[in-house]
């Protein structure tokens, strides 16, 4: 199976700031890679597919990058509604697999 | 607007069978896309357990090796998720999932505990 990496575990900032978000797949997944934003006690929600196309009614200050290994998911402006938890996904090959989250808290 | 919304036991005994449905509503279950199933364990891990598609074919992660079973009611627009065999370690928040690459709509989850 492949195996995503985010990083940091815990990322504290303050409203205003402009965050960045790692995940690493353990090989080279092209641009199958997608972002999800899950809030306490709701569900995940689709944030970025294919590592940088943006999703309908997702507001424009996320964004993502990256291909093969490595990828990115910034935040250019943090606010408040913005903190929970952050999951890459990779759909390159089967399994699915997701990786073990960033945690964005407020500082 | 689409709609999924899970529905079953919330306490099953290990070694018994967890049954769960996920009824959609705002779209078709077999104009397209696949329909998943996904759960969240105890401390955030996300584990995919498997689809049904459209057409009706199957995928299952290979981690569930033969417990798992996904089915649907074309009829009712439902689709059902079936894990034998359960563990305390099936705990979890079980969510069910339209698409085929990433996910686009996904139920509220329904939590399952496995306990005597």
């Known amino acids: 199976d492949i195996v995503l990496t985010q990083s940091p575990a815990t990322l504290s900032v303050t409203p205003g700031d402009r965050v960045s978000l790692s995940c690493r797949a353990s090989?080279?997944?092209?641009?199958?890679l997608h972002w999800y934003q899950q809030k306490s006690h709701e569900s995940p929600r689709l944030l970025i597919k294919?590592?940088?196309q943006s999703i309908s009614g997702i507001p424009s200050r996320f964004s993502g990058s990256g291909s093969g290994t490595d990828f990115t998911l910034s935040i250019n402006s943090v606010e408040t509604e913005d903190f929970g938890m952050y999951f890459c996904?990779?759909?390159?090959?089967?399994?699915?697999?997701f990786g073990g989250g960033t945690k964005l808290e407020i500082k | 607007d689409v709609q999924l919304q899970e529905s079953g036991p919330g306490l099953v005994k290990p070694s018994q069978s967890l049954s769960l449905t996920c009824t959609v509503t705002?779209?078709?279950?077999?104009?397209?896309?696949?329909w998943n199933w996904i759960r969240q364990f105890p401390g955030n891990k996300l584990e995919w357990m498997g689809y049904?598609?459209?057409?009706?074919?199957?995928s299952y992660n290979p981690s569930l090796k033969s417990r798992i079973s996904i089915t649907r009611d074309t009829s009712k627009n439902q689709f059902f998720l079936q894990l034998n065999s359960v563990t305390t370690e099936d705990t979890a928040t079980y969510y069910c999932?339209?698409?085929?690459?990433?996910?686009?709509?996904w139920g509220q989850g329904t939590s399952v505990t496995v306990s005597s």
């Open positions: 090989q080279s997944i092209s641009n199958y």
């Open positions: 049904i598609s459209y057409s009706g074919s199957t």
């Open positions: 999932a339209r698409g085929l690459f990433s996910m686009d709509y």
């Open positions: 996904q990779q759909s390159n090959s089967w399994p699915y697999t």
């Open positions: 705002g779209y078709s279950i077999t104009s397209d896309y696949a």
């Open positions: 294919y590592a940088s």
